[in-house]
């Protein structure tokens, strides 16, 4: 029973994502983000329950640090990771989303 929820949350959650392309990412498994010229990884820890989410972006090319960053996601709550562009240009945007016992990373519509 368990299974099923999880395949029609997902199945719900991929139905509103439409064309955009989302992956499932499993545990200590790192997934690459892509936001324009940011780019980097990102994974999950299961601690307690809890779904521990790590990601890391860096400008490409340049050898600069780093930016981490760090959440706690509970069944149902997602984060939004974006970028801005000049007005009137959309900003990249990928959505990390747990759904019951899985994690779901998604290209996001933002808002400029």
């Known amino acids: 029973m368990k299974i099923r929820n999880i395949l029609l949350a997902a199945a719900a959650a ?5 064309s955009a392309q989302a992956a499932e990412v ?10 324009g010229d940011l780019s980097g990884t990102a994974y999950y820890t ?3 329950g809890a779904f521990h989410v790590v990601a890391t972006i860096a400008p490409e090319g340049e050898h600069t ?4 960053f760090e959440t706690t996601l ?3 709550q ?19 989303v747990r759904l019951n016992d899985a994690v779901i990373m998604h290209k996001s519509p933002a808002t400029n």
């Open 46 to 48: 299961v601690e307690n």
């Open 74 to 76: 509970a069944p149902g």
């Open 26 to 35: 499993a545990p200590m498994r790192g997934h690459a983000i892509d936001l």
């Open 14 to 18: 991929l139905t509103v994502i439409g």
């Open 78 to 96: 997602s984060v939004v990771l974006s970028t801005p562009h000049e007005l009137g240009f959309a900003a990249e945007a990928v959505e990390i």
């Open 65 to 68: 640090l780093p930016v981490r």
